[in-house]
């Protein structure tokens, strides 16, 4: 392999697959459609029918660790589950396609999913328009695309009853796109449970290990401090611990613990969706979440239940916090948007730095984040 090889950067895709069945009936309907509107676009070359959870881009001498972090996302996945398709939509009326009801659990389960792909893959570029992002994702199967008005409002016609609703979510697959080619297909096990116990158990998911966390300690490892990692014994399992500093550090990632969110509640949410600030008896108004970061946005779509999920995230973050300070220990909150993006080798130096300084100056801040 050539150098300029190595340094070439590909699109890679991140799809959830249908059950045979129901695949067949959507590329069966993405045909008959084809016809109808003349318009061959989807169907030349079809990838089988899927929901794309994100697009990522990486060098051919990165791809293995891509490869690694979406094997691990696919082991975080869960199991097999069923989903319901709404009627047929459209963007732009240049693509028709098929969109998860939002009001439905399985909707909420694909947002989970698609906010756990993008932490795990938190190391490579993200590709793809916006609405692949978790801020704004929108889960959809697509049926046509590059529609022109006629073949739009053909489309649309001709859509509405033909399509089938009920499906199931089987597999995982990684690929690249344009050609697609799948790279590598993981099944997705089947168990007993319900949607509902489902995502409430991927909820309670927190990521220990992944390459942010690895990279921070290990610089800070290089630089002399020896730690314990994510220690059950104490509140919150925080994922570095110095006990001869009696610190910790939690690396907490931007989109779940909703960094930034009092700034989003005073200007960019709705009324509706405002929420009162949550108060600490031993931290200043305002300490936590305080940073401006450009990685949260409060989601869109399902907002009621994202309002909840972050209220409860920040409720708990700000108790776990409260009670290692009562027990003596200083606490330190590292956000993903701090080490992560361009330079980010640097940041993780910069950060230990900071981490470094922090722990030697004693007590004189319980509480810092960086």
């Not at 190595?6 to 991140?14: A, H, L, M, N, P």
């Not at 990486?58 to 009627?87: C, M, V, W, Y």
């Not at 994702?137 to 009920?166: C, R, S, Y």
């Not at 009324?271 to 409060?298: G, H, W």
Request: proline share 4%; with cysteine.
């Amino acid at each position: 392999m050539t150098d300029s090889q190595k340094c070439e950067s590909r699109t890679y895709s991140v799809s959830l697959l249908l059950d045979q069945p129901s695949a067949e009936k959507i590329l069966s309907a993405q045909k008959e459609l084809s016809q109808v509107i003349k318009n061959d676009q989807l169907t030349k070359n079809p990838p089988p029918p899927h929901i794309t959870l994100g697009f990522f881009h990486a060098t051919d001498e990165d791809f293995p660790k891509l490869k690694a972090a979406f094997e691990d996302f696919a082991r975080s996945a869960g199991h097999s589950f069923e989903i319901n398709f709404g009627q047929p939509d459209s963007f732009l009326d240049k693509v028709i396609f098929l969109p998860i009801k939002e009001d439905s659990k399985s909707f909420a389960h694909l947002k989970a999913l698609n906010a756990i792909l993008h932490e795990k893959l938190a190391d490579f570029e993200t590709g793809g328009n916006r609405n692949y992002t978790p801020e704004r994702f929108f889960p959809h199967t697509a049926l046509a695309v590059k529609l022109t008005k006629d073949q739009f409002e053909k489309g649309m016609n001709w859509a509405q009853g033909n399509i089938p609703l009920a499906t199931k979510i089987i597999a995982v697959s990684l690929a690249t796109t344009h050609p697609y080619k799948e790279l590598s297909r993981i099944t997705l096990s089947t168990d007993t449970l319900s949607l509902e116990q489902r995502h409430k158990n991927m909820s309670a998911i927190r990521s220990t290990g992944g390459k942010l966390e690895v990279a921070l300690r290990s610089q800070l490892f290089k630089f002399g401090f020896r730690f314990r990692k994510n220690d059950k014994r104490l509140t919150g399992s925080p994922d570095i611990v110095f006990p001869h500093y009696k610190a910790v550090i939690f690396i907490n990632g931007c989109f779940w613990h909703a960094h930034g969110w009092l700034l989003a509640t005073s200007t960019k949410v709705k009324k509706s969706q405002k929420t009162d600030m949550i108060k600490s008896s031993l931290l200043e108004e305002n300490v936590l979440y305080s940073l401006k970061c450009e990685k949260f946005r409060m989601p869109r779509t399902n907002p009621d239940f994202w309002l909840q999920k972050f209220t409860r995230n920040r409720e708990r973050d700000i108790r776990d916090i409260e009670k290692l300070l009562e027990e003596g220990w200083r606490v330190g909150v590292v956000w993903e948007c701090s080490i992560t993006g361009r330079g980010r080798k640097q940041k993780i130096i910069s950060t230990a730095e900071k981490i470094s300084l922090w722990l030697e100056e004693g007590q004189s801040e319980i509480f810092r984040e960086f």
